[in-house]
């Protein structure tokens, strides 16, 4: 399980699932940061949970993928309070556009 | 299809595959840049290819996410010739560390 910033997740053996969050940010902070660092630390809180891994360039993409042992525990944190709060914060005020895919993780291999 | 910069790539509906590539590094450009630029042009005209988005952040870590319509075509574009000795370039010299994870798409999302 990893919650550390710029750090590549070491995951199980497949079968798992990924979340991939993909947002363009509106202009200006009004709380995302401060939010969105409340979200990892819930996040990793929650049954299930495997790790995280965020980027955000210089062009203002994002991309967050998180790892999760099955599609109920995606679930779950989806329907957590907390989150649906920042998840409405989310569409009224801190993103321009948001796309949000669920995958089974199928192979996976690196190097370092 | 999309290879925009900074563009959340609109994919059509599930089933389709995506390949996450989470990266770090190493220290100066040797190349990195122009090879990369050229991986998403040469990859944008492989057959099944559907986009791609990519993000590094300031703290090193880079995710870069490319949508597929079947594991057959991601086999293929792995072993493109010239992927390949690109790949090889990022074993060799560009990356610290990389994992590469390839996923089936479940479901899907999002607003604007």
Redesign the interface.
């Known amino acids: 399980m990893s919650t550390q ?5 070491h ?1 199980p053996e497949q079968p798992y ?2 979340v ?1 969050f ?3 940010r509106t202009d200006g902070d009004r709380g995302y940061d401060a939010m969105a660092a409340r979200m990892v630390e819930l996040g990793a809180t929650q049954d299930g949970f495997l790790g995280i ?5 210089a ?5 967050t ?1 998180s790892y999760w042992r099955d ?1 109920a525990a995606i679930l779950a944190w989806k329907r957590n309070a907390e989150h649906e709060r920042a998840q409405a914060g989310g ?1 009224a005020a801190w ?18």
Do not use: C, N
Not at 5 to 9: F, K
Not at 53 to 57: F, K, L, P, Q
């Open positions: 910033p710029g750090a590549i997740t995951t699932h990924a991939i993909t947002s363009r891994e965020s980027a955000r360039g062009d203002g993409l994002g991309i993928v599609g569409k993103y321009a556009e948001y796309h949000v895919r669920i995958a089974k993780m199928e192979r996976a291999y690196g190097g370092d």
